[in-house]
């Protein structure tokens, strides 16, 4: 059972920065970041493989970087300068799986426990 430990987010303002990370507890193939926002179904934010390879949903595409570190079995999200919006607001789930995540699909093996991402205007 991989374990997913995330930290980061928090309240902040529009415009303002973005960094989440997540922690897993052994090296896995997949690794991302879900967003539910409220009233609104989950949501794949953005995916990165082992071999770097990455996938963005339109909604945060040129606006946030989705990057790991496979020393550390560790993902990053981070919003890009001044791009953070209100519509940004929800609970993001670090989530992993030994194969690709995918768009459109709220499927993972792994999840993590949610972190609060409250943008205010």
């Known amino acids: 059972q991989v374990q997913l430990v995330e930290s980061g987010g928090g309240l902040v303002q529009a415009g303002g920065s973005l960094r989440l990370s997540c922690t897993a507890s052994?090296?896995?193939?997949?690794m991302g970041w879900y967003r539910q926002a409220p009233g609104k179904q989950r949501e794949l934010v953005a995916t990165?493989?082992?071999?770097?390879?990455?996938?963005?949903a339109d909604s945060v595409k040129g606006r946030f970087t989705i990057s790991r570190d496979n020393t550390k079995n560790t993902v990053y999200l981070f919003s890009n300068s001044h791009s953070l919006e209100p519509e940004d607001t929800g609970v993001y789930y670090c989530?992993?799986?030994?194969?690709?995540?995918?768009?459109?699909?709220?499927?993972?093996?792994?999840w993590g426990q949610g972190i609060q991402v409250t943008v205010s205007s």
């Open positions: 052994e090296s896995i193939f997949a």
């Open positions: 990165i493989t082992a071999t770097y390879r990455t996938i963005y």
């Open positions: 989530a992993a799986d030994k194969l690709q995540l995918q768009l459109g699909r709220v499927s993972a093996a792994y």
